[in-house]
């Protein structure tokens, strides 16, 4: 009976060690945040892959890696990491904006824009404000105008978001509306010595051409 009480609890303490992947995984996780809010990087980013390991299901060890990643200045491997995840959690919308966040880091305006369009709840002003900045690095001028007025509609006071409105529409050689846009940029009274300064030399420059065309 001696040796069947051994066995019975050897069987207990071996269920009790026995930890599904998803269990094993979720534990990694804690470990590595805990390092991570230790400043110990290296380690939680060890505890992340292991996590990761065990469960590709862990949305939370992608989110964690990445930032990791980004810290370091590391945007293409925060890139690769986020698109690992998203294999799994394809609409995650705290997973997406972490790659947008990484795809700007790594200049990849035109991606970060498509994953704005057709994957994020565009939820704020801020965001349309932000797709419209996008473009405008992309040199996409109307796109740019389309989305900073959709900014400006939620938001009217935002100078910054009149400026870049003013700068495309400039390119586009609308400079009636141009100028009505620089105007509201310094009308808002938020823009700083150096950007009023900007807007006041465009609105002029505006002006003169205008001068020019009619003489």
């Known amino acids: 009976a001696g040796d069947d009480t051994v066995e019975a609890l050897a069987v207990v303490s071996k269920k009790q060690r026995e930890y599904t992947p998803q269990e094993k995984s979720t534990q990694a996780y804690r470990v590595a945040a805990s390092l991570y809010k230790q400043g110990s990087k290296q ?3 060890a505890s992340l892959k292991e996590a990761i390991a065990y469960s590709t299901n ?3 060890a992608y989110s964690l890696l990445a930032v990791i990643y980004l810290e370091d200045g590391r945007a293409e491997r925060a ?9 799994n959690h ?3 919308q705290a997973l997406l904006r972490l790659y947008l966040q990484s795809l700007v880091q790594e200049s990849r305006y035109k991606e970060a824009a498509a994953v704005m ?3 994020l709840r565009l ?7 932000y797709l419209a900045g996008l473009y405008q690095k992309q040199k ?18 935002t100078s910054l978001w009149w400026m870049g409105q003013g700068i495309s529409l400039e390119v586009m050689e609308k400079y009636e509306e141009a100028l009505q846009s620089y105007q ?10 150096k950007l009023a300064q900007y807007a006041i030399s465009r609105i002029k420059t505006i002006r003169q051409l205008d001068a020019d065309l009619v003489s």
Do not use: C, M
């Open 79 to 87: 890139t690769e990491t986020i698109e690992a995840g998203l294999l």
């Open 43 to 45: 380690q939680a980013k």
């Open 123 to 129: 939820t704020s002003p801020e965001d349309f404000g």
């Open 90 to 92: 394809q609409d995650d």
């Open 117 to 119: 369009e057709k994957r």
């Open 140 to 157: 996409d001028h109307l796109s740019a105008v389309k989305y900073y007025a959709r900014a400006l509609q939620l938001k009217p006071s």
């Open 184 to 193: 509201q940029s310094i009308n808002t009274g938020q823009l700083s010595g």
């Open 58 to 60: 862990n949305i939370n």
